[in-house]
């Protein structure tokens, strides 16, 4: 049995997972440097009971102001007081946020603009709370200010893969804030050059960022700098003893087999070529181009090597019962969102006749996704299979047989 464990998790996992666990009709999310007035929330029940409000956004300002970089962000803040588009709502309907899928895990530095892109799908009921203004703390060194800029852009390519029209990247909607608020500006004309100078430096430190890009743990694998580097790691010598245990482990489950099977996630061929030596049938497939681009390069250097091919984890273009067995390694600890793994499980199970064997991770890093036992059980109820046997693997992980119920 797998023991349901503590883990590191991102900013966005930690609030979906709160979301899930709240037991009230709203939820409210704020950041480490917010300071809530006292009478906010009771305010904000106010809207909800009088207005029926979905969500709520509340206005933002900078304080304390005890640098020039902390009033410049302040007057920026003042002049974009009124751009909804610039901002997400920190009080919002556990309903609706369940609805729109919560935060996008995918993209935690910019969770949210995901929040604000995907309440633009819903015919929501969203307020404003002017008064009172809700105290953020901006820090007060340079260098964190834009270190902070530089991790937002690391997630950004991530982002406009998943999203399009992006409003907080346009540029024109937001100087015709400047234009409407120049009392503002003349007001003050030296914090204003810092402000220019400011956001000047923001967008090239985003900029930046967006050139060194974040591997979400989705797509680590359908990152070209990964394929390349893959083979490479598993020469080390840890490498070759987890490959060493984790075939030996494989095989013994697979038994002696003259049947088909189907291989998730083949990536550069690792597996698959032991498999082709003992003599077994696989059809090799991954979901990434860059993974088995390494791998067609080795059927030139070995043409006994199948021809992979590229799929969707979701939805297999194979019929039912098509293969004896289906076996995927390291593939599920890599699927963060629950939607998702319960659908590549789904579909493993769907094309395979007799076995799927498949791994699951129990201890280890943040990045990965820690399968209790329950998720486990429930996978198996829903697709009326049993656990037949299992094997221990490096890395905190679980080799498990299962066996489909209409097999004998």
Known sequence: MIEERNTFLSKSQSRNYGAKKAKGDFLVHIDIDYLLPSSILRKCKKLITKNGADAIILHETIKPTNTI????????RDI?????????????????FEKIGGFDERVDLLDDWSLSLKLKTQKANILRLINPLTPVHEPTNFFEILHRRYNKGRSYPAFIGYYQNI??????PRLANYSKNSNKIIQNPLIFF??????????????LGSLNPKIEPDRIYQDSRTAKTYDAEQKTIYGRLKHKIEINALLTLLGKSDGKILELGAGSG??????VKKGYTVTPTDISKEMLAVYQKKIAKNNNLPTPLLVKSEQLPFKNNSFDSVIAMRVF???TNA??????????????????????????????????????????????????????????????????????
Not at 80 to 96: F, G, M, R, Y
Not at 199 to 205: F, G
């Open 194 to 207: 810092c402000l220019v100078l400011l956001k000047t430096v923001d967008q090239l430190a985003f900029w």
């Open 69 to 76: 970089w902390q009033r410049a962000r302040k007057l920026e």
């Open 80 to 96: 974009t007081l009124n751009d909804i588009e610039l901002s997400a709502p920190q009080v919002i309907s556990k309903n609706l």
């Open 167 to 172: 409003p907080q990247t346009q540029i024109l």
């Open 339 to 408: 939607a998702k793994r319960e659908k590549f499980f789904n579909e493993a199970v769907r094309v395979a006749k007799k076995y799927i064997i498949m791994d699951f991770a129990y201890l280890g890093s943040g990045n990965d996704h820690l399968t209790n036992f329950k998720e486990i059980q429930s996978l198996t109820i829903t697709n009326n299979i049993k656990s037949v046997s299992k094997k221990y693997l490096p890395l905190g992980r679980l080799l498990f047989k299962f066996k489909k119920s209409n097999h004998q």
């Open 270 to 275: 690792r597996i698959t070529s032991v498999l």
């Open 333 to 335: 600890w890599h699927i």
